[in-house]
Nanobody, 122 residues
Framework: QVQLVESGGGLVQAGGSLRLSCAAS????????MGWFRQAPGKERQFVAG????????YYGDSVKGRFTISRDNAKNTVYLQMNSLKPEDTAVYYC???????????????WGQGTQVTVSS
């Protein structure tokens, strides 16, 4: 089992940047693939980015490719999401998640953080 706590959300103007962090408890962080998802009001939870256990493989949702970067530091039990060139449509609650396999579906990630709000003003 792993427990996840996100931080780094906030209010930013369009074109700005934010860096989200997700700190994991336990000594098995490197055993999990990690993902970032987001959910806007009235919409389904959407895949944003994923990273393999070692960090060697990353992949992204189409709407954030070229703007967002996922990374991890297994020594610090932390995964990051660097978000650049933010747009108002990026406004959502952002969640990090841990799973045993690398996937796009929320159903492949059994462990979730509580979420952090990101608001992008126009």
């Amino acid at each position: 089992q792993v427990q996840l706590v996100e931080s780094g959300g906030g209010l930013v103007q369009a074109g700005g940047s934010l860096r989200l962090s997700c700190a994991a408890s336990g000594r098995t962080f490197s055993s999990y693939a990690m993902g970032w998802f987001r959910q806007a009001p009235g919409k389904e939870r959407q895949f944003v980015a994923g990273i393999s256990r070692s960090g060697a493989r990353t992949y992204y949702g189409d709407s954030v490719k070229g703007r967002f970067t996922i990374s991890r530091d297994n020594a610090k039990n932390t995964v990051y999401l660097q978000m650049n060139s933010l747009k108002p449509e990026d406004t959502a609650v952002y969640y990090c998640a841990a799973g045993l396999g690398l996937g796009y579906s929320r159903h492949e990630y059994p462990f979730w953080g509580q979420g952090t709000q990101v608001t992008v003003s126009s």
